[in-house]
């Protein structure tokens, strides 16, 4: 992974999640302004689960994950709420880190897909863990309805294609990344 592009982490394992399909529009609308998104599709569901234990030796997945972190001037995330927190392969993810620094004071931008009225758990879950890092997080609001996706489950809708586009645009200006002319 290039250590300028945007590392993208979608906090779901569901095959058909509007978080990660989010996550892959972003992408999209990333590379048409020239920015770079990284999406790590899987390695929420191979990472081992967090042993303290292990932190001086890591397996070889968890100090991959750690340097994708490490590398990324930035994390994009999308996470659903699970039982009124973050889902646990996720929370695991990002415990992995915690040793590490990888995501101390790094720039996080979280795509917040919940329903008007839904979500707040999650939010003040996620809030208090990547307060833990001193991550410096920005939150955007992105409205998703059943209309704006196609079949497949992909965001095909204009205007959440467009929100997508402008949180992309703020979050690479904040972490200092330039559109390729």
Same mark, same amino acid.
């Given at each position: ?19 990660? *399909?989010? =996550?892959?529009? &972003?992408?999209?609308? +990333?590379?048409? *302004? ?7 599709? #899987?390695?929420?569901?191979? =990472?081992? !689960? ?10 070889? =997945?968890?100090?991959?994950?750690? +340097? ?13 709420? $699970? +039982?009124?927190?973050?889902?646990? &392969? ?13 995501? $101390? ?9 919940? !329903? ?17 890092? &001193?991550? @410096?997080?920005?939150? $955007?609001?992105?409205?998703?309805? *059943?209309? @704006?996706? @196609? ?6 809708? #204009? ?10 645009? #703020?979050? *690479?200006?904040?972490?200092? =990344?330039?559109?390729?002319?």
């Amino acid at each position: 992974m290039s250590d300028t592009a945007i590392l993208a982490i979608s906090g779901s394992l569901r095959a058909a999640s509007v978080n990660s *399909a989010v =996550l892959r529009a &972003a992408a999209t609308a +990333a590379a048409a *302004a020239g920015i770079v998104v990284t999406i790590d599709h #899987d390695t929420l569901r191979r =990472l081992p !689960p967090f042993d303290p234990d292990l932190e001086a030796e890591r397996p070889p =997945l968890v100090t991959a994950f750690d +340097a994708a972190c490490r590398a990324a001037p930035g994390v994009l995330m999308s996470v659903p709420e $699970y +039982a009124h927190g973050i889902p646990g &392969a996720f929370k695991n993810a990002l415990d992995w880190t915690v040793g590490s620094g990888s995501l $101390y004071a790094k720039p996080v931008a979280v795509l917040d897909v919940a !329903p008007p009225g839904r979500g707040g758990f999650l939010r003040e879950a996620l809030g208090h863990v990547l307060g833990a890092m &001193a991550a @410096d997080v920005v939150s $955007y609001a992105v409205p998703i309805a *059943a209309a @704006d996706r @196609d079949a497949a489950g992909e965001i095909v809708g #204009d205007a959440a294609l467009a929100v997508l586009a402008d949180a992309v645009r #703020d979050f *690479a200006a904040r972490i200092g =990344l330039h559109a390729v002319a």
